[in-house]
T-cell receptor, first 116, second 113 residues
Framework: ETGVTQSPTHLIKTRGQQVTLRCSSQ?????VSWYQQALGQGPQFIFQ???????GRGNFPPRFSGLQFPNYSSELNVNALELDDSALYLC???????????????FGPGTRLTVL | AQTVTQSQPEMSVQEAETVTLSCTYD???????LFWYKQPPSRQMILVIR??????QNATENRFSVNFQKAAKSFSLKISDSQLGDTAMYFC??????????FGKGTKLTVNP
């Protein structure tokens, strides 16, 4: 059984650019959630995808968008990068059977994004 | 909105001793889940233990156990026989009838030899 993987590990961008982060869910999982973790803070929920549809969203602007593919892998896209977007981006997968997934979320190793 | 509070930013313990990390939460929901996650310097968030609110029995996983007090909205983590590999950030998290985990700000635990 493979765990959650994320790519790339590190990324450096400049203000105004766009970035795409990728996540492969754990085998058998159909739900992916994305979190932003600023330095010294706990993770903040960005959004969740269940069977290729957005299943809930946190307090993030529309320039944060996502996709989920038929194999349940997912992308997080951030447009018009700002300095405050510098953070660790964590992806978590779970097995959701209902609209709200309360099954345990298992995390990937994260992508460290630095915006200069 | 749910909130999770971890009042101990940093703690330290000697190897082989026992340490307890505190967590309180606020919610109006009756059915929910509580978690402790560990985040070592490698950054990977690792599940330590999970508690379902409808279960009165406290969850246990080897050296890790919780003290779940539903009325007091308290969820502490006890680590017995602390090991050097337990050094990490520990996050308490809440999940109610929605899709998201709500995390506390974390407690940095250092296990000293």
């Amino acid at each position: 059984e493979t765990g959650v993987t994320q790519s790339p590990t590190h990324l450096i961008k400049t203000r105004g650019q766009q970035v795409t982060l990728r996540c492969s869910s754990q085998s058998g999982h159909n739900t992916v959630s994305w979190y932003q973790q600023a330095l010294g803070q706990g993770p903040q929920f960005i959004f969740q995808y269940y069977r290729e549809e957005e299943n809930g969203r946190g307090n993030f602007p529309p320039r944060f968008s996502g996709l989920q593919f038929p194999n349940y892998s997912s992308e997080l896209n951030v447009n018009a990068l700002e300095l405050d977007d510098s953070a660790l981006y964590l992806c978590a997968s779970s097995l959701g059977g209902q609209r709200w997934s309360t099954d345990t979320q298992y995390f990937g190793p994260g992508t460290r994004l630095t915006v200069l | 909105a749910q909130t999770v509070t971890q009042s101990q930013p940093e703690m330290s313990v000697q190897e082989a001793e026992t340490v307890t990390l505190s967590c309180t939460y606020d919610t109006s929901e009756n059915n929910y889940y509580l978690f402790w996650y560990k985040q070592p310097p490698s950054r990977q968030m690792i599940l330590v233990i999970r508690q379902e609110a409808y279960k009165q029995q406290n969850a246990t996983e080897n050296r890790f156990s919780v003290n779940f007090q539903k009325a007091a909205k308290s969820f502490s983590l006890k680590i017995s026989d602390s090991q050097l590999g337990d050094t990490a950030m520990y996050f308490c998290a809440f999940q109610g009838g929605s899709e998201k985990l709500v995390f506390g700000k974390g407690t940095k635990l250092t296990v000293n030899p």
